[in-house]
């Protein structure tokens, strides 16, 4: 189980006491992951505050932190979780999984280093694997999703396979973590760490805190999911089977976000929410869904005529668009708002 990590003063004159918190929770050899809950961060941001914290001491690399943390006394030898005895100059990391990022540029790292991944289409063939990490991916699959209706003239599979395997292989020479048999290839299971996979792990986990009438708790998964998002997911990467799962992790945030939204407006986080569903708005002016729980997010903030002018706005966007009529649940709302009429809760559809 990870410690808890408190200290009541930095245990080096640069740092902070979050700074002193985080270098003692890689001193004691906590993965990322732990170290994310230790500390109550993100994943996706372990890595980047660590690599800050190494540049602003001078240091090279997590051993030398490691060192950093004994000679300040921020870890003891014997104490806390894995700390090895170390000698007096050097030390060694635990040597961690392969991580993949696939929500946003697709990155990897192995060991805690970022990897260079090549180029797109080889790129993509990694991310396909990762995809569908529980099961073997034929070679015609990757053809077909990386290439399309024009493969290539040449058998460029096998060798991306191979300098994947090369560029993720760990130092100690051991054996690759991607697998390959007479049927294709597959990621070795528990040998990576999928970002998707997280981020399936934590809607599940909202969805759970909802059933269960923990809204708060879902309200701050929904927005730890969120966090894992750094941008389009897979941005560049060609192919169609990218392109179908740019749109469906895409579908997939926007629902977390709503669900993150309708949760803050059941608890009476009304204000909280306005902000970001009128960018959500501003990036989806024709989603009515979207509209309404904004009109609702502003009525129930006491700004019923901004609510209307939403309203309006999306009335006139169809039109001119689409050249359809509000929807019922768009005109029930608007109904609601105008009749002073309890919008706490979405209006019934047929």
């Known amino acids: 189980m990870p410690t808890t990590v408190a200290l009541g003063r930095p245990a080096h004159p640069q740092l902070t006491c979050q700074e002193s918190e985080l270098l003692r929770a890689v001193g004691c050899g906590l993965a990322d992951r732990e170290i994310a809950c230790a500390l109550s961060l993100p994943e996706s941001a372990v890595d980047v505050r660590v690599t800050g914290l190494l540049a602003k ?36 990391v635990r040597e961690h999984p392969v991580r993949i990022s696939l929500l946003g540029p697709l990155r990897a790292w192995r060991g805690g280093r970022p990897v260079d991944l090549g180029h797109l289409r080889q790129q993509a063939v990694l991310a396909r694997l990762a995809l569908c990490r529980d099961r073997t991916v034929s070679k015609d699959e990757l053809l077909d999703g990386i290439w ?27 054996e690759s973590v991607i697998r390959h048999d007479r049927c294709g290839y597959r990621l070795v299971p528990g040998a990576v760490e999928v970002d998707v996979t997280r981020l399936e792990e934590l809607a599940d986990a909202a969805g759970a805190a909802e059933r269960a009438g923990d809204l708060t708790e879902a309200v701050r998964v929904c927005a730890q999911a969120q966090d894992l998002f750094r941008g389009e997911p897979l941005a560049g990467l060609p192919g169609p089977f990218a392109e179908l799962e740019r749109l469906r992790l895409a579908e997939h945030k926007t629902g977390l976000t709503l669900r993150k939204l309708n949760l803050q407006l059941r608890l009476g986080r009304h204000s909280e929410a306005v902000g970001e569903l009128s960018a959500l708005a501003a990036a989806r002016p024709l989603d009515e869904p979207v509209g309404a729980m904004l009109m609702r997010a502003l009525s129930l903030s006491g700004r019923q005529a901004d609510a209307l002018s939403v309203f309006e706005r999306t009335r006139r966007r169809l039109a001119d668009e689409l050249g359809v009529a509000p929807s019922r649940l768009l005109r029930r709302t608007h109904r609601a708002i105008m009749h002073g009429a309890d919008v706490g809760r979405p209006p019934a559809t047929p």
Do not use: H
Not at 58 to 84: C, K, Q, T, W, Y
Not at 160 to 165: E, T
């Open 57 to 92: 001491l001078g240091l090279r690399d997590r051993a030398a932190a490691i060192v950093l943390a004994f000679d300040s006394g921020l870890v003891v030898p014997g104490r806390g979780p894995r700390v090895p005895a170390l000698p007096t100059q050097r030390a060694t």
């Open 148 to 174: 399309g209706m024009e493969p290539p003239l040449t058998k460029v599979v096998p060798v991306y396979i191979y300098r994947l395997r090369k560029v993720l292989q760990a130092e100690s020479g051991t």
